[in-house]
């Protein structure tokens, strides 16, 4: 049985399975990545899968942030942009004010998240040079590219209805500090902008369900802070406060209930992502862990000829290294399984021929749970545990 692999980039790979599959016979095989179901094609599986949970939620934190972030800068700019209306500034002076502070702030915020990701790029690719290729590709300017797309985005669609509420600010908050503009209510542009966000994810990871129970999971968690939220402030509403201070920041609280949910939820809705990242990051580290046994081998020796065991032995002593057990191996195929004809199996390891190992004694790491020993003549091991089925085996 012959084996090749290829490497390219995926146009390469697809344009030349497109030009080979046409040409295969019967007896061959081509297959991906998304077509491995052993244990390489699992482990990148989970990886990939990993690696794109992480992207959402590196995006769904990033929604949450910049909008706290820009409401919390326009309600600090509400009494500058009052006092500049009352000095005789318009609405062209006021909004060209702003776009250039958001295009400062957007220009500055992609140099230095560039060269951040590039900073923590080399510290990586240093980190990993043991186990690494000794060239790799440079990187492209297409994630930067992706990067600023999503920043830019995301700015707009959470900072709209706050550039939008200051622009409208009145002059007459200079006396009047509860003075707010009507615009845009949060009630109804919050479901609208969530709605594009969702629309904005699905496209980007082609509608997963990893998506979906994500978002899921982030909607009945801001329900429920919602809920929460709404009943503290209940509560505090039928609260007589004594202390200033505190009498004010909870009337600010009430004055603005929506404003006071919203950050609620954003705020929960980071601290879950940040969790839920950190299990998944452990539960991946761990699956990829109990794979293999402790102490299993991780180098392997094969095609050894008969002649060639006793010249490789020494030459593994001579470089201080001790081999385990070395293993025949003989080709055959399996007829039955437990007394039952393998024809019509859906299995495609029992239609082909397979590597059987074998060895004279039962070795200790193989116990028995089924069966007796020693075998009958003429009968081998198929790895694994000893009397465990060889169609458990075929599958793993």
Known sequence: MWRYKFGGTPQQLAGYENWLL??????????GLDQDDGALGKSLERSQQFLLLSALLTLLLAVAAVAVAMSHYCRSRYDLVAILKTLGAGRAQLRKLIIGQWLMVLGLSAVTGGAI??????????LLKPV?????????????????????????????????????????RVLRRDVVARVWPLKMYLPVACAVVVALLAGLMGGSMLLWAVLAGAVVLDLLCGLVG????????????????????????????????????????????????????????????????????????????????????AFLAEHQVIPQTFYPIVRARLTKINGSPTEGRQDESLNRELNLTWLDTRPDHNPLVAGHWPPKTGRSLHGGRTGETAERQARR
């Open 132 to 172: 690494l290729p000794a060239d790799l590709p440079s990187a492209s300017l297409w994630p930067w590219l992706w990067a600023l797309g999503a920043m830019t985005v995301i700015s707009l669609l959470v900072g709209l209805r706050p550039y939008r509420l200051l622009l409208a600010t009145q002059p007459l």
């Open 230 to 313: 709404w009943m503290l402030l209940n509560v505090l509403r039928g609260m007589t406060l004594t202390s200033l201070p505190l009498r004010l920041a909870v009337s600010r609280l009430l004055r603005q209930p929506w404003s006071t949910l919203s950050q609620l939820s954003a705020f929960s809705l980071s601290f879950m992502l940040l969790a839920l990242l950190l299990v998944l990051r452990g539960d991946l580290l761990e699956r990829w862990q109990q794979q293999l046994p402790p102490e299993s081998p991780n180098y392997f020796l094969i095609n050894i000829a008969s002649g060639q065991v006793a010249p490789l032995k």
């Open 22 to 31: 046409p040409q295969l016979k019967p007896e061959h095989r081509w297959y």
């Open 117 to 126: 990701g590039l900073l923590f790029e080399k510290v990586l690719l240093a």
